[in-house]
């Protein structure tokens, strides 16, 4: 066991973990001030809902043994953490220079806060017990496959080894396993549930902008832990992961502000702390193998295109009140994408089209298409299942008063006492 | 001249603004109030204590106006606020003696 | 020296003194907008007194070598850190894989956050200056001593050694030293103190759930410091403590907003940010000794347990305003107990009952009794001789004009201007 | 390479990079209301801006080779990271323990936080583009030359080898290149950009102090970054800056509401976040050159030194509205000072006045004279130019109704819908 | 009808809404207002700077009654606002000349 | 007795409390309030979608005097607030019946 690997990988959990309160945060800032509780509570529910789902299954699922060999989900050889449950010690197996157990955590934040994102789409309208219920069947049946096809040994990551033929698309921190997948779980869920009375009629405005850029800076912190954790060591794989993250979110923050110069004549504060999280979105699938300035490139893009994409809400009408779409669909495609063209085999062992592997950008087209597909459908079955049994949305005039006194029986502020 | 004095739901405030401004109100003054009425209030629970809070978030807006738009004033609040349940709302109407308007000095109607 | 080693545990040291301003949050959030920032102060000011007396003596009467072998309290050879104060870089010993500063500095972060925690009892009529004075000297008459008994080498840690016989109770992260020590003294400091103006007759309310949200998600965050970085070490007991405290905290979350749904109809925001504190205290003492679906089970049981002990304070009418006894005293008592079941060798060296020791379950009973009794009878002494002299509790009026103006002359928000 | 120091380095790496959020949050809490957005916009758009000057020219001109060996400024050697920007990895030299990028990132987090300081000087009255076009300069040309003087091998770190006679003066992580520099550059800002309107005529409060107090706790965990960071490694030398900053913080901040409470009768909130700053401020130059004791001393000085300077504007009549020069200025030199007496061979290498070296006191009065006029000179220079040019300041229109919607078109808060 | 206007201190509120529909008001609307009086403010000090801040934290409260109610309204405000110290605050009477119950449409004392 | 009410820029309202205090007013009552009047409103934009929003912060100013006092405090008020500029706000007069003092149960002008 390497102890600089271990002491990184444990603060780098710690990192990835702290991402979900700076979400909520984030999140929670741009709804109305009734809002406020219920989204932050729709974001922290996830770290206790998926931290069950995780450990009894979804580790299973995602990371044990290939259930055999086609390459689709894992066997069950860890169900409920396996021998590793009750009674023996998980943390001292250190295989790859750290302990087993702080790898099952690290991975165990991502799918945490990956159904989290989705909240964003659904915000001010939706059940609480729903909501419970979705993250808890959606962080089984949709992420732990995904995990396991991208980066558990299934037919996306591979190139050989399955039956299924392997698509050999690379996703370094979760370009398609964690954003392209909550973006199309929350278009699809939005989809069944409708849009927020009011929605294009009246003012809806984020109610505590301080609170929405302090998430901001909460995620950008620790999305270090999320990229270059992603390294699964302390070396220069993790350094220039840390490199071209920080670049990348920097770059696209700048070019949303720039875009919103350009289309509306002022830059806004929603607009640079936006542009961070799409930077850094599309970031991740990169991060481990494109060279720093590779990286500034893709965070232009994803500044100017995010940006551009909110405007799809209103061309196809639907309400994504959050933006998760046009941030983490839109982000993570462009992030993987473009990192079919700039990968680089001497940073990360794999070259895109500007380097010679013209058929790497392919396979992250293919990759992207069953992501979106798969995500999408998935998460629209089950979104009517549950609309149809418990129903996804509060009253109308539940909505109206607020999700805040209806379903948690509390104001976010009483500044006035 | 009058002031009408409306207690409203917030989320009527601005239908309210914009169907008084076609009846011919070029002004009105909204403030944030705690209602008490026939209306339920409802139940808040911080760690397992209960409290009624009585109060219910409305708003109060307030108009200055002629003596002949104010019936058309009241008509269009009263129609615009009704939502037909309970708490609409309501509408109080008192004698004005005068207005000033400060940039101008204009007194009464003028000042409208 | 390792490096990994000693990264890892200047990484925690950084993470637990972050707790204290999360903890002044979740606080802050819970008190009426007239006594935030007093509130905020009365945590923030732990980071300055305690500092100082730790520096000056609290760690030598803590962790020097224990005086008389008496196994009852330090020598005073680090009195204002001995021969390491002014002078002699203290960084470079490196005994045992890391600076002793490392661990001056870590055991630093814990006595502060100590009586830091006991601050939320006293919330909202306590003066400041007695706070102050009364965290100086409890540092180091109530602290230093238990943190001695428990870690240093005296009584209630040893099992032999010490002229006094020793318990042999074990305690992770601090169960004894740090809540059931804070939830004791919390206790006796209130029934000093008495019950803010219009308790159970007016309604009192968070004047900021946003805030105390966020705290808990920083409490989270840094208790991974505290936990994982108990094991002094970057290793696989480390990593156990790590995964241990993620899903006690998860799971307690849960086991408390379920326990609201039951019991009033709705789960709450703040009940959740509850149930991840009451997780987290719960697990402290065992985070390094049981494994993983243990601590899902100590997490269980704290949610329920702790949620209940909010009905305490009722049924013996004391005010312990933000419920340190409920979650700390008693949340520190479950974990503290079920350790006593459920450590195995296997994973921290010592077995509990259900693992054939059932006596170590007995030396739990005994080292829980010492601490709350010690606790609260030193604690209650200090609280009447200050009330005494120096008057513990602000006016009346005072009282109802709010904190942050009549004790600090400043506001804590000014919106409209 | 050394993973337990890139781990660290890493992990640094990230907690400066959460200053600058943090530092934003201590500004925003300070300013009215109507400005909040803005000004943490001012200090987030410095992540953006300074990323991109760094990577292109500024980490060059401070950290390549020395251009000419005269110790004035570095080649352009790295100018887009020379070889390492597009298609060369830049991770994995291993030179000195840890990969080349993890250098040029941290030293990038420096460089991001340096021009963002200087905001508060300048509050609730400037452009936003001047702001950005300032910042963009003012990180080549005068932040990046003083990293090289004093860090980059230039003739103010050195005592010889440069063609300029070296004056040989110590900064461990940023008294000259960091506090200073910004605190001089406010000052000449604030003299070209003049006072808020109904400076000292009206009550200019700040419009939250819970997020300054909040701000206030980012700073001390993120600085444990900035200060233990600056030792390059994960050893004793970092953990003795650890301690030291520890100390000098908590000290600071007691001193600081104790000459609160002898002027004016009252400790404040807002006093005790500020003398965390403060103290936070003067250890940086000397944490890794003092004991913990002396580490008290500079702590203590810088506390009641800090908070006396607090005057100077009144006196002098400069509207410096957050105290960048009282606090930055006043207490980089506090600690650059007192580093010139206190500083031991045994600890950092370098020994002080009062162990026998008096000469280091005066190569600490140079250096910090050069960096004040400089950065006060260039600054002047660089401010009338923009003044001039775009203008530096909004309109008395926009003033008063705040740069939130006139610059942004956003409110900061909307509680009420 | 009347409406009675009275400025109290916050702490009061909950009591003098209690008395007040105990007395047999049916509704009131209340806000946070700043008073300026007799009462002194307070000191604030920030970073060294003192503010004399003249305004203190009131609220304000508005209950319509009709003409045969308001000497209870009213005694009854002044009893449960009372605390005997400078600040307790002032009551107004001013005359209404109308209600209107938005839900309804119902006017004058119907509509109380 | 008059209670005069004024809207007006929140900036002006410390320099409105000392003029007034100056002319002899005792007391006076402040609250925060959305104004829409002929000042334009403002823009705001977030993630690319425009809004307009046509209310403006203002305060709302209420003040209880004697009939001898009131002209002087219209005046005062008209002067200390005016700025020249639109949306400086208006002043409004109503009647008022009777006042109380709640501390020493005085009534009308001595309550004042
Ligand atoms: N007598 C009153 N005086 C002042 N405000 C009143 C009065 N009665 C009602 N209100 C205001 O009108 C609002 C609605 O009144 P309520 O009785 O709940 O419903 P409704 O108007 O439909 O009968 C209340 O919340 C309160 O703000
Ligand atoms: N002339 C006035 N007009 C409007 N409000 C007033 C007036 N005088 C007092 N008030 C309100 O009543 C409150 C209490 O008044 P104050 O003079 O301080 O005490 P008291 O009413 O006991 O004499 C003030 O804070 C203010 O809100
Ligand atoms: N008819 C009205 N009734 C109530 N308040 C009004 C009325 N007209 C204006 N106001 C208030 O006065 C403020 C200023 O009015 P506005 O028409 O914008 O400028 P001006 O008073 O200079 O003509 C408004 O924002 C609103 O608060």
């Given at each position: 066991m390497d102890t600089g690997h271990t002491a990184w990988l444990?603060?780098?959990?710690?990192?990835?973990?702290?991402?979900?309160?700076?979400?909520?945060?984030?999140?929670?800032?741009?709804?109305?001030?009734?809002?406020?509780?219920?989204?932050?509570?729709?974001?922290?529910?996830?770290?206790?809902?998926?931290?069950?789902?995780?450990?009894?299954?979804?580790?299973?699922?995602?990371?044990?043994?290939?259930?055999?060999?086609?390459?689709?989900?894992?066997?069950?050889?860890?169900?409920?953490?396996?021998?590793?449950?009750?009674?023996?010690?998980?943390?001292?197996?250190?295989?790859?220079?750290?302990?087993?157990?702080?790898?099952?955590?690290?991975?165990?934040?991502?799918?945490?806060?990956?159904?989290?994102?989705?909240?964003?789409?659904?915000?001010?309208?939706?059940?609480?017990?729903s909501w419970v219920v979705f993250i808890a069947i959606w962080s089984i049946v949709v992420y732990a496959p995904m995990a396991h096809w991208v980066w558990g040994g299934g037919f996306i990551g591979s190139t050989d080894g399955t039956e299924i033929p392997g698509v050999g698309a690379i996703d370094f921190a979760g370009g398609l396993v964690v954003h392209i997948n909550a973006g199309a779980a929350a278009l699809a869920l939005?989809?069944?549930?409708?849009?927020?009375?009011?929605?294009?009629?009246?003012?809806?405005?984020?109610?505590?902008?301080?609170?929405?850029?302090?998430?901001?800076?909460?995620?950008?912190?620790?999305?270090?832990?999320?990229?270059?954790?992603?390294?699964?060591?302390?070396?220069?794989?993790?350094?220039?992961?840390?490199?071209?993250?920080?670049?990348?979110?920097?770059?696209?923050?700048?070019?949303?502000?720039?875009?919103?110069?350009?289309?509306?004549?002022?830059?806004?504060?929603?607009?640079?702390?936006?542009?961070?999280?799409?930077?850094?979105?599309?970031?991740?699938?990169?991060?481990?193998?494109?060279?720093?300035l590779w990286a500034g490139v893709i965070g232009l893009a994803a500044g100017v295109i995010c940006f551009a994409a909110l405007q799809l809400k209103f061309r196809f009408n639907f309400d994504d009140s959050l933006d998760v779409v046009a941030v983490h669909m839109v982000g993570g495609i462009v992030g993987a994408l473009l990192l079919g063209l700039f990968a680089e085999a001497a940073i990360g062992g794999v070259d895109g089209a500007f380097f010679g592997a013209a058929e790497q950008f392919l396979r992250q087209v293919i990759s992207i298409v069953i992501a979106v597909v798969f995500s999408f459908v998935a998460t629209y079955v089950i979104a009517i299942i549950i609309d149809r049994t418990m129903g996804l949305r509060v009253s109308e005039d539940e909505e109206r008063r607020g999700l805040d006194i209806t379903l948690h029986e509390e104001q976010g502020y009483v500044l006035t006492e | 001249m009058k002031m009408i004095i409306a207690y409203i739901n917030p989320f009527r405030l601005n239908e309210i603004r914009d169907a008084l401004r076609e009846a011919g109100v070029t002004g009105l003054s909204a403030g944030n109030i705690q209602g008490f009425g026939r209306q339920a209030g409802h139940t808040e629970t911080y760690r397992g204590a209960e409290y009624e809070v009585e109060f219910l978030p409305k708003v109060r807006i307030e108009v200055l106006v002629d003596d002949s738009l104010a019936p058309t004033v009241i008509s269009t609040i009263e129609e615009t606020a009704r939502t037909g349940s309970i708490g609409d709302g309501k509408i109080a109407v008192l004698p004005l003696e005068d207005v000033v308007r400060i940039r101008t000095g204009e007194r009464g109607v003028d000042a409208l």
């Open positions: 444990l603060t780098c959990s710690a990192l990835v973990l702290f991402m979900t309160p700076g979400l909520a945060l984030f999140y929670g800032g741009m709804v109305r001030g009734r809002n406020v509780l219920a989204m932050l509570m729709k974001n922290y529910v996830a770290m206790g809902v998926v931290t069950v789902t995780w450990i009894v299954i979804g580790y299973s699922l995602a990371f044990s043994g290939d259930a055999g060999g086609l390459g689709l989900i894992g066997d069950l050889e860890f169900f409920a953490l396996g021998e590793l449950g009750f009674g023996t010690e998980i943390g001292l197996d250190d295989g790859e220079g750290y302990p087993d157990s702080v790898f099952l955590v690290f991975q165990l934040m991502f799918a945490i806060i990956t159904p989290a994102l989705i909240s964003g789409a659904i915000a001010e309208r939706m059940k609480f017990t939005v989809l069944v549930l409708g849009p927020r009375l009011g929605w294009r009629s009246e003012i809806i405005r984020p109610h505590s902008l301080p609170l929405t850029v302090l998430g901001a800076g909460i995620l950008w912190f620790g999305w270090f832990g999320f990229n270059a954790g992603s390294a699964l060591a302390a070396d220069g794989a993790a350094a220039n992961a840390f490199l071209t993250t920080q670049i990348a979110a920097g770059v696209a923050a700048l070019a949303w502000v720039l875009s919103e110069q350009v289309m509306h004549g002022r830059p806004t504060t929603l607009g640079f702390a936006s542009g961070i999280v799409a930077g850094l979105v599309a970031i991740t699938p990169a991060a481990g193998f494109v060279s720093p | -």
